[in-house]
């Protein structure tokens, strides 16, 4: 009768949940791992061209993918140039989310044999969604602090913001950001706090400049520019795609023009650098004012650079010492240590060692030992923000629950069957 029951209860289950039957279909299920298999293996092809972060961003973190065939593989010369479309990361991990979502509401039966099957199915629903909501928002920063120093924001890899500076007081600093969202629209930008107007002429994710010798032919985006620092060095700059790569570097570039009322007050250049607008010095004499273009504007000196991204912390960092050690007998490092201070809101100080694979974990924010130089006496830590970094242990622990209560009912009900056995009485 109980075995009846739980029959009926299914097969109503099936009736009441009838328009999720093709949802929850075991052959959508296959179709859709095989299709993720496929993804893995094209997106680790295109690591080659265009780096993990790419393939990430063009494969993972998107609905759908182009992909050529390789010209190098057989056939190549006649499949290469035809476009081949593959659904990407978001959408067959929400298909996989909404058919095993299916499949656990309609088969769903809370009985000990199928409990741990149920728990299976759960932790990998819900590793699904971790994963997607991962990808949507986790964000990677960096901090760089000189030795005997202390910073308390953090800079992101990818994205920069137009900083603004008024220091005509030495006491009092003011300072206007323009995010980046916003100076890829170009156009006109009025903000109440500045007391000029900004035009964006161009904006770009990267580019390639240079120094070039007077009477050199520019490109046209340089021909622009009349002053500060892009005029003054004679740079020339040249727009470029994103680099995607793990070894690349992107240097945003903005040429905007400024105006007080109707009337134009000259046409400006700045980049920003990928390692912070600290190394501009360090690349040559002519380009140290990138960090800071000076603008005076009715007596007031204000400061413009375009710059990484930044979040200020309502904490800070201090470094302390730095350490690197190295396999005997080479350069090739095996631990990069920073001895740091964390200062807190409340006036406290917590001590910390970073070190690889031994991170910092403090205000929702992992700090990991990142990069570090000796010789410049400055550290760099890579920092991740990731709400959701509980989601995928908690889905590994229903799993584990799930598979060891199902083999072990199966293996208690085989002993049970077999010690009943009429050879072992």
């Given at each position: 009768?109980?075995?009846?029951?739980?029959?009926?209860?299914?097969?109503?289950?099936?009736?009441?949940?009838?328009?999720?039957?093709?949802?929850?279909?075991?052959?959508?299920?296959?179709?859709?791992?095989?299709?993720?298999?496929?993804?893995?293996?094209?997106?680790?092809?295109?690591?080659?061209?265009?780096?993990?972060?790419?393939?990430?961003?063009?494969?993972?973190?998107?609905?759908?993918?182009?992909?050529?065939?390789?010209?190098?593989?057989w056939?190549g010369?006649?499949?290469?140039?035809?476009?081949?479309?593959?659904?990407?990361?978001?959408?067959?991990?929400?298909?996989?989310?909404?058919?095993?979502?299916?499949?656990?509401?309609?088969?769903?039966?809370?009985?000990?044999?199928?409990?741990?099957?149920?728990?299976?199915?759960?932790?990998?629903?819900?590793?699904?969604?971790?994963?997607?909501?991962?990808?949507?928002?986790?964000?990677?920063?960096?901090?760089?602090?000189?030795?005997?120093?202390?910073?308390?924001?953090?800079?992101?890899?990818?994205?920069?913001?137009?900083?603004?500076?008024?220091?005509?007081?030495?006491n009092?600093?003011k300072?206007?950001?323009?995010?980046?969202?916003?100076?890829?629209?170009?156009?006109?930008?009025?903000?109440?706090?500045?007391?000029?107007?900004?035009?964006?002429?161009?904006?770009?994710?990267?580019?390639?400049f240079?120094?070039?010798?007077?009477?050199?032919?520019?490109?046209?985006?340089?021909?622009?520019?009349?002053?500060?620092?892009?005029h003054?060095?004679?740079?020339?700059?040249?727009?470029?795609?994103?680099?995607?790569?793990?070894?690349?570097?992107?240097?945003?570039?903005?040429?905007f023009?400024?105006?007080?009322?109707?009337?134009?007050?000259?046409?400006?250049?700045?980049?920003?650098?990928?390692?912070?607008?600290?190394?501009?010095?360090?690349?040559?004499?002519?380009?140290?004012?990138?960090?800071?273009?000076?603008?005076?504007?009715?007596?007031?000196?204000?400061?413009?650079?375009?710059?990484?991204?930044?979040?200020?912390?309502?904490?800070?960092?201090?470094?302390?010492?730095?350490?690197?050690?190295?396999?005997?007998?080479?350069?090739?490092?095996?631990?990069?240590?920073?001895?740091?201070?964390?200062?807190?809101?409340?006036?406290?100080?917590?001590?910390?060692?970073?070190?690889?694979?031994?991170?910092?974990?403090?205000?929702?924010?992992?700090?990991?030992?990142?990069?570090?130089?000796?010789?410049?006496?400055?550290?760099?830590?890579?920092v991740?923000?990731?709400?959701?970094?509980?989601?995928?242990?908690?889905?590994?622990i229903?799993?584990?629950?799930?598979?060891?209560?199902?083999?072990?009912?199966?293996?208690?009900?085989?002993?049970?069957?077999?010690?009943?056995?009429?050879?072992?009485?």
């Amino acid at each position: 009768m109980k075995a009846s029951r739980n029959g009926s209860s299914l097969g109503q289950r099936r009736k009441d949940f009838k328009f999720l039957l093709p949802l929850a279909s075991i052959r959508l299920t296959l179709t859709l791992l095989s299709l993720s298999m496929i993804l893995i293996f094209i997106a680790t092809l295109e690591q080659v061209r265009i780096g993990i972060r790419g393939a990430l961003a063009e494969y993972f973190e998107s609905f759908y993918g182009i992909w050529y065939y390789p010209e190098k593989f057989w056939g190549g010369e006649f499949l290469h140039n035809i476009p081949l479309p593959i659904p990407g990361g978001y959408l067959l991990g929400g298909l996989l989310i909404i058919n095993l979502t299916s499949a656990f509401i309609v088969r769903f039966q809370w009985t000990m044999k199928k409990v741990g099957i149920q728990l299976v199915h759960l932790g990998i629903i819900l590793l699904l969604v971790g994963q997607l909501v991962t990808q949507a928002i986790q964000e990677e920063s960096r901090m760089q602090i000189n030795k005997g120093e202390e910073s308390n924001y953090i800079e992101r890899f990818h994205g920069v913001e137009l900083a603004l500076r008024e220091v005509s007081d030495p006491n009092k600093e003011k300072v206007v950001t323009i995010p980046q969202e916003i100076l890829e629209n170009e156009g006109s930008l009025i903000d109440q706090s500045l007391p000029f107007t900004i035009k964006v002429h161009h904006f770009g994710v990267n580019c390639d400049f240079d120094i070039i010798p007077p009477g050199k032919p520019k490109s046209n985006i340089a021909k622009m520019v009349n002053r500060g620092v892009g005029h003054s060095a004679n740079l020339n700059i040249i727009d470029k795609d994103e680099d995607f790569s793990s070894e690349g570097m992107n240097f945003g570039y903005l040429v905007f023009e400024l105006f007080d009322q109707d009337k134009s007050i000259g046409n400006w250049m700045t980049i920003a650098h990928p390692a912070g607008n600290q190394v501009w010095s360090q690349l040559s004499p002519k380009l140290s004012d990138m960090s800071f273009q000076s603008i005076r504007h009715k007596g007031k000196l204000w400061g413009v650079t375009l710059r990484q991204k930044r979040e200020y912390l309502p904490f800070s960092i201090e470094l302390l010492d730095i350490e690197n050690e190295y396999y005997q007998g080479t350069e090739i490092p095996f631990n990069f240590e920073s001895d740091i201070n964390l200062h807190l809101e409340d006036n406290q100080t917590r001590r910390a060692l970073v070190y690889m694979n031994t991170p910092l974990r403090h205000g929702g924010m992992t700090f990991y030992q990142y990069q570090m130089n000796d010789a410049a006496n400055y550290s760099v830590f890579q920092v991740i923000n990731n709400p959701s970094w509980l989601v995928p242990y908690i889905a590994c622990i229903l799993v584990s629950i799930g598979m060891l209560w199902q083999f072990s009912f199966h293996l208690v009900k085989f002993l049970r069957k077999n010690s009943k056995s009429p050879a072992n009485a």
